[in-house]
């Protein structure tokens, strides 16, 4: 294991380093990513993002990515160099299992491995560990731990503030989840005056879309929307065809869930996606409902207490029959 001074001696000379990410990468997944490589870099350390698979199209405008390699398309690139890092920052997961193929390969590495993370239950895999299950999202402890940790805040610079704001305005749901603390607006203001242009980041998110993706959502919200009201959920599924029909992309179904979940009822969402391995389920709930505990117990997932995530290997339809079969055991929490 690693004490922070061990750790901040191996940061004050030149090191290998690569960093990695949950597959499927998020905002929050390559705004950390990003951001920590930009600071990295100023260091003089020889710095790898490595994405164990691609990300939606509207992240890629972010500072560094066209550095950035995917695992499944450079396998022996990225296997080489997980061999030979010495260092490896896993961010925003907490189980090796969340990199695909890659898990094993940062398993076997001599390299030093240091978790930043927000999630709950963290397996043993790491040497160094920065985690807060409170924090709104992997940016903020980015950030937390370059500035309070390190005590580097002169080297938060445009790049970095740019990749850590993204990070905090898409896993806070533009700062509206319960956790987006007051401190949590301390650090994005740090951010803003670092050079991070907040209405522009914002723009490049949320004002993207392809009218493809707006067509999906329209499908999804007009013909895969039900609603039951006994157990005050909403539930949104999508078939394989439905995919193909609008010509559906990495990052097409995220945050459609939530749009289940705005309506004034409904204490638990859920969407559901027939994806060409297996039936993957998206959970979004209010206040104290665990919508994480539902993914871990019966679709081997888990996450945060209001956002979740889960898979299947049933048949979508299957799927969804197992998904209603267990909100009577929650009913007493989604009716109060």
Excluded at 2 to 21: A, G, H, R
Excluded at 74 to 91: K, P
Excluded at 160 to 167: F, K, P
Excluded at 168 to 173: F, H
Aim: negative net charge; hydrophobic residues 40%; aromatic residues 8%.
């Amino acid at each position: 294991m690693l004490d922070l001074t061990s750790l901040t001696e191996l940061l004050d000379k030149p090191q290998k380093i690569v960093i990695t990410t949950h597959h499927k990468p998020d905002g929050d997944a390559m705004g950390s990513s990003l951001g920590l490589y930009h600071y990295l870099i100023q260091l003089g350390h020889h710095v790898q993002v490595i994405a164990p698979t691609d990300y939606p199209d509207f992240l890629a405008w972010m500072p560094g990515n066209e550095n950035v390699i995917i695992y499944t398309e450079t396998i022996e690139q990225s296997a080489r160099l997980i061999a030979e890092a010495n260092l490896i920052f896993c961010l925003d997961f907490n189980n090796l299992s969340r990199i695909n193929e890659m898990g094993e390969l940062v398993r076997a590495s001599a390299a030093y491995k240091v978790m930043i993370d927000h999630h709950l239950e963290p397996e043993d895999f790491d040497d160094y560990r920065h985690w807060n299950i409170n924090a709104c999202a992997t940016a903020q402890l980015v950030y937390d731990f370059i500035v309070n940790s390190l005590h580097k805040k002169e080297l938060v610079n445009k790049d970095v503030a740019t990749c850590l704001y993204t990070g905090i305005l898409t896993d806070s749901a533009s700062f509206r989840l319960p956790n987006t603390t007051s401190e949590v607006h301390r650090i994005v203001a740090d951010l803003i005056d670092a050079g991070a242009v907040n209405w522009r980041i914002h723009e490049l998110i949320y004002n993207s879309a392809s009218e493809n993706r707006l067509r999906f959502l329209g499908h999804c919200l007009a013909n895969r929307l039900e609603i039951l009201p006994e157990f005050n959920t909403a539930l949104i599924w999508v078939t394989k065809e439905d995919l193909a029909k609008y010509d559906s992309n990495t990052g097409d179904t995220e945050g459609i869930v939530n749009y289940a979940l705005s309506i004034g009822s409904i204490r638990l969402a859920a969407f559901i996606v027939d994806r060409r391995d297996k039936v993957k389920l998206s959970l979004r709930s209010k206040g104290e409902f665990p919508a994480s505990d539902i993914c871990k117990r019966y679709f081997d997932g888990g996450g945060h207490r209001n956002a979740a995530g889960g898979q299947s290997t049933l048949s979508l339809d299957d799927t969804i029959a197992k998904f209603k079969s267990i909100l009577p055991e929650y009913k007493k929490l989604l009716i109060q």
